[in-house]
């Protein structure tokens, strides 16, 4: 009988989720996805999953333990933790019980290194931006091989060379749609804001949309307090299909995560990325590596209202073929193809 994988699923916003569902619906043997999936409809997971305890310190956790104390090797060991031991005591009860082939780690250091203290192979994604901080090169150190979600042309100058050789560069693994016919470059500005980041403000939105009164916005995801809303601009909070959306933009704005700019890229839209501040450089990297190729214009931050003109000026300039080559339509066929290859190998022994 074929072993089956486990997916660990990262709870932070719900790009992980996205990207895991669509991977494990393309292989070949039973996934089981492993995650606290709290805020998350699960009915539309491709098989099994196995749901932990929260580890979080509180409601505004924002990654850190403070601890002082904390081993080097680790990024988030906080003690007297009671859901920390439970979800690490579940996952190596899953791992006794079914035997799978290998764990594929999407995101967590600590749960990597778990997995290889139970002697489990483990594929561990490797996400933008520079992580050369002795935790992340650990993790990477103890598993089997390393998954990037995104073309290695994206890639940070400073990965180390065996870090680099050790990784699949899988390309964006969004759950996307084929490009349309090309847009209008005046037509409609469309922003998006996913679950990760902070969202925008109803007083900056307003402002960006007075200050270009001639372009319809359309604004995708959170907004928070309350401003009067000049005729042109459009908040319309989540949307089932923001793929839909993107496909009649003329512009899209949003930052540099991975699902919108895997998103951009596969409908071949002009682009102007805002990173927002993320550990290690995620998203500042990843815009720098998109603005070199000419795949999007970058700013710094929300802009100022005087700036918006020039901006969506200089987007009209934008190539949209550059970041529409960025995008693989069988990224994710190719990456499930690699994971079942991989834990082949681990059920050999190999």
């Not at 996205?18 to 292989?27: G, P, S, V, Y």
């Not at 606290?36 to 196995?50: K, M, Q, R, S």
């Not at 899953?94 to 489990?120: F, I, M, Q």
């Not at 390393?146 to 100058?157: C, G, H, N, R, V």
Request: net charge neutral.
């Amino acid at each position: 009988m074929t072993r089956g994988i486990g997916y660990y699923v990262h709870h932070q916003g719900v790009g992980h989720w996205q990207r895991a569902c669509a991977i494990a619906a393309r292989l070949d043997r039973p996934c089981t996805l492993i995650g606290t999936f709290a805020g998350i409809d699960t009915a539309e997971a491709p098989g099994p999953v196995l749901d932990l305890p929260d580890d979080r310190l509180d409601a505004a956790f924002d990654g850190a333990d403070g601890a002082a104390d904390r081993p080097h090797g680790l990024h988030y060991a906080p003690l007297r933790h009671a859901g920390i031991r439970a979800r690490m005591a579940r996952i190596a009860d899953w791992a006794a019980r079914t035997d799978p082939a290998l764990l594929v780690v999407d995101v967590s250091v600590e749960v990597a290194l778990l997995a290889r203290l139970l002697s489990l192979p483990t594929l561990v994604f490797r996400l933008a931006g520079t992580r050369t901080d002795l935790p992340h090169l650990e993790a990477f150190r103890a598993a089997d091989r390393l998954i990037a979600p995104f073309p290695e042309s994206l890639d940070a100058a400073g990965v180390p060379d065996w870090v680099r050789a050790k990784t699949y560069h899988a390309g964006f693994l969004g759950r996307t749609r084929p490009a349309g016919p090309a847009a209008d470059p005046a037509g409609p500005v469309v922003v998006v804001f996913g679950r990760g980041g902070a969202g925008g403000t109803a007083t900056d939105l307003a402002a960006a949309a007075r200050a270009v009164p001639d372009r319809v916005w359309h604004v995708l995801g959170p907004v928070t307090g309350t401003a009067e809303m000049p005729p042109n601009l459009h908040l319309h909070c989540w949307v089932a299909d923001v793929d839909a959306w993107i496909a009649r933009a003329g512009l899209v704005v949003g930052g540099a995560g991975d699902g919108v700019v895997a998103a951009v890229a596969a409908g071949g839209k002009r682009f102007l990325c805002l990173p927002e501040p993320r550990a290690y450089g995620e998203q500042t990297e990843k815009a720098e590596a998109l603005a070199r190729l000419g795949a999007a214009l970058v700013h710094p931050g929300w802009p100022e209202p005087t700036h918006w003109p020039a901006l969506l000026r200089a987007a009209r300039d934008l190539d949209p073929s550059r970041i529409a080559a960025l995008h693989d339509p069988e990224a994710i066929a190719r990456t499930a193809g690699f994971i079942a290859h991989r834990a082949d190998m681990g059920a050999a022994g190999a």
